[in-house]
């Protein structure tokens, strides 16, 4: 699988090696650099962005083994990460922020802000979003000494 990559290094080297000399200047590099630059998209480094994107992947990994196994039972070539599923699309889901007893909300042009009510809605929030009993049980007992 490795190689298969190489393949493919080698292929966008070549393209961008425009006097043939296995070499990239800085005029072969620029417009190498630039169309990288269009392809990269600037997210939010923000637990909904690494939350999204590590189901993005863990789907993408589970359907490019079965794949993988199937390809393999046929004697056929191994599956592309283009074949198996498209580019991560990011899906913001609105802003939380947690201020002393009070929250501030942004869901999508509603804004909400307040004390109490904020600071409980804001909290079953980030309880749900826990991954284990644990963490919801070690969040809770820190929510009550405090």
């Known amino acids: 699988m490795a190689e298969d990559h190489l393949v493919e290094v080698r292929s ?25 630059e269009k392809r990269l998209t600037a997210l939010p480094a923000t637990a909904q962005v690494a939350s999204q994107e590590g189901k993005y992947i863990g789907r993408k990994l589970h359907k490019l083994a079965r ?4 390809a393999q039972e046929d004697n056929a070539p ?6 198996v599923s498209g580019p991560f699309k990011y899906m913001h889901l609105g802003s939380l922020a947690y201020i002393g007893n009070a929250a501030v909300f942004d869901f999508g042009g509603y804004s909400f802000m307040g004390g109490l009510a904020a600071m409980y809605a804001w909290r079953s929030i980030y309880w749900n979003e826990q991954v284990s009993v644990r963490t919801r049980g070690l969040l809770m007992i820190d929510w009550i000494i405090r």
């Open 12 to 36: 966008l080297f070549d393209m961008y090696d425009k006097d043939k000399d296995n070499i990239l200047s800085l005029n072969e590099l620029v417009p190498l650099l630039q169309d990288v």
């Open 67 to 70: 794949k993988a196994v199937i």
């Open 78 to 83: 191994l599956p592309k990460d283009e074949d």
